[in-house]
């Protein structure tokens, strides 16, 4: 069966430090990834998303950027973490057409300080 | 305005009521989804539908296309049910739009 892990699981960070979080895919090939924020009172909000290795689409422009150097490893990075970074980050997979059921990671808590 | 609108944003009701979600969008659609969050952060996909209707358990979904409108319905509701009920709606390739959820309590 297919699982996603994501880590760490919450993470508290000074402003201006680095970022990176990982999200791996177990037990499939090929997936479609994606990483979204869910900030503070507020929806979901797509990030970055990738269809294969070293693909990203980027959804909003800001400080963040994504890489996918294996086919089922997604990371989500940041060079200076700014404190409108804070939020709840979710990684998710489809088996690769969007329309399909999406399959959410269990997610990492943010807090920049 | 945004692209996809739920109502109510927050719900409490009584074990054994009838629940109702509300989910409206302004935008041409592919697929539409209901997804729950758990209090830990969680998120589960329990539905995707493109017309009609599905069922699960307790759990109903309904889409009307031409209206632009789905509902999430649970029948003889739970405290376990407790949770924010996200909608979002497939817009183009590889993209979901989200509400901003439906806090639901239910109470024992």
Redo the contacts between chains.
């Keep these: 069966s297919q699982t996603i892990h994501q880590w760490p699981a919450t993470l508290v960070q000074p402003v201006g430090s680095p970022l990176s979080l990982e999200c791996t895919v177990e037990g499939t090939s090929n997936p479609?990834l994606?990483w979204y924020r869910?900030a503070a009172g507020?929806?979901?909000?797509?990030l970055f998303?990738s269809?294969g290795i070293g693909q990203i689409?980027s959804?909003v422009p800001q400080n963040l950027s994504a890489s996918r150097p294996q086919d089922r490893q997604f990371i989500l990075s940041s060079k200076k973490l700014l404190l409108s970074d804070s939020g709840?980050y979710?990684c998710?997979w489809t088996p690769g057409v969007?329309?399909?059921?999406?399959?959410?990671g269990?997610?990492t808590?943010l807090l920049v300080l | 305005k945004n692209e996809v609108e739920q109502s109510p944003q927050n719900l409490t009701a009584q074990e054994g009521e009838f629940i109702t979600i509300n989910c409206s969008y302004s935008v041409g659609i592919s697929a539409l989804h209901w997804l729950q969050q758990h209090p830990g952060g969680g998120i589960v996909s329990l539905f995707m539908l493109s017309s009609g209707k599905k069922k699960h358990g307790r759990l109903i979904a309904t889409i009307n296309i031409q209206e632009k409108h789905s509902s999430l319905h649970i029948t003889a509701s739970h405290p376990r049910d407790s949770a924010v009920y996200i909608c979002a709606v497939g817009q183009g390739a590889q993209k979901l739009v989200f509400g901003q959820g439906t806090r639901l309590t239910i109470n024992p």
């Excluded at chain 1, 507020?42 to 797509?46: A, V």
């Excluded at chain 1, 969007?98 to 959410?104: G, H, L, P, S, V």
């Design positions: 479609n994606y869910q507020r929806g979901l909000q797509l998303y269809v689409s959804e709840f979710l998710a969007w329309t399909e059921t999406q399959y959410f269990p997610g808590r």
